[in-house]
């Protein structure tokens, strides 16, 4: 996946940068909050802005204790690494962040084989998973964890239904498995649906969720679990180099980003729709709008993506080509609805063009 403006593109004046919620800045208030947070050595527990952001993160998910973690990606290696023992076998969905986005980290890291089972529009069968799970002997690696992803990234934004969540916990305890969350956007869920984080958080053992996509914050992801696994957790972060000193300077944007960034989701939400609607009645571009659930857009191109990637771009309109025919667009906070009128203005111009 090539994040970067492709070569040669010289941005026009407007411009409006649908890549990913993860190139947003952080706001005046974030800034002031981040210039006069108290501080302390966090490696010894000792930064009471960071204690505050993770008590209150371990509150809002329901779960014992938390830990604030320099990116999502270590956040779930850490609780993959938690849960396993080199020689273990873990599942993941085919389409997941942790399969295709985080270099092999959970072979790299715990030592551990990646299985998969299949996953369609962001929902799987739960039928699915037991005939994957396998249990130790002599020959095969015991299963011992269940990742989900919510919402879901490469499935275009889409959210667990959380009325899955009780089903899927008994058949995780049925297995003595672990249930791992990769809720780096669970908040888009939460205020999609207008249910409350722990409809999914408190179903599972241990739960991410990010602070650097749509919530707006520079850095920052925090994991939550038992008073037992965050202790360990704590380890594993020293060990990955994740140990951070005065780190309150960030975790006090994460603060201001929970009391002014999650109900403003719902604006993001609605651009995307409304993206979506509109790209979808163009000739040489097809959306799948059931999938359309939050504030991402994936949009199959009959030309290749990466030819329609640098048309938009000449026109100041940024997405990635995620595959040879699909590309996907993120609403964020710095995408208003005059950067929206101007990206269908620019789909509807590189429509007429590679239609001609
Ligand atoms: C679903 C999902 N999980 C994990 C991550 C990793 O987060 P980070 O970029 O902070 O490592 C991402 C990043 O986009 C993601 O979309």
Request: aromatic content about 4%; charged content about 25%; glycine content about 6%.
């Amino acid at each position: 996946m090539a994040t970067s403006i492709p070569d040669g593109i010289i941005l026009p004046v407007m411009r409006v940068d649908l890549r990913s919620d993860t190139v947003t800045l952080p706001t005046p208030e974030m800034r002031r909050a981040m210039a006069e947070a108290e501080l302390g050595d966090d490696v010894y527990g000792e930064d009471p802005t960071v204690n505050r952001l993770q008590e209150r993160v371990a509150e809002l998910l329901g779960h014992e204790a938390a830990l604030f973690t320099p990116s999502g990606t270590m956040a779930n290696e850490i609780a993959i690494k938690v849960w396993t023992q080199p020689g273990d076998a873990i599942l993941v969905d085919a389409e997941s962040h942790i399969l295709h986005y985080e270099l092999a980290g959970p072979a790299v890291i715990a030592g551990v084989l990646v299985e998969t089972y299949p996953i369609t529009d962001g929902v799987f069968n739960l039928s699915d998973i037991p005939p994957r799970i396998r249990v130790a002997d002599d020959h095969v690696p015991g299963t011992r964890l269940l990742c989900i992803e919510n919402t879901h990234n490469r499935c275009g934004g889409t959210i667990l239904p959380p009325e899955w969540m009780p089903e899927l916990r008994a058949l995780v305890d049925r297995h003595q498995l672990r249930l791992h969350l990769d809720g780096a956007r669970l908040f888009n869920a939460s205020v999609a649906l207008g249910v409350p984080l722990q409809a999914w958080s408190r179903w599972a053992d241990s739960v991410m969720v990010a602070f650097s996509k749509g919530l707006c914050c520079p850095v920052g992801s925090v994991l939550a679990g038992s008073r037992e696994f965050i202790r360990e957790a704590h380890r594993v972060r020293k060990l990955l180099g994740g140990g951070m000193r005065q780190v309150g300077v960030l975790a006090a944007a994460c603060l201001v980003a929970l009391d002014t960034m999650v109900e403003r989701l719902a604006d993001d939400h609605a651009r995307a729709k409304r993206l979506a609607e509109a790209i979808a009645e163009l000739p040489g571009f097809s959306v799948n709008l059931r999938t359309v659930q939050t504030n991402m857009v994936y949009v199959h191109t009959a030309r290749p993506a990466l030819e329609v990637e640098r048309a938009l771009a000449a026109r100041g309109v940024l997405c990635i080509a995620l595959d040879p025919h699909r590309l996907r667009l993120v609403t964020h906070k710095d995408v208003d609805d005059a950067a929206i009128d101007h990206a269908i203005r620019a789909f509807r111009e590189v429509a007429a063009e590679l239609s001609a």
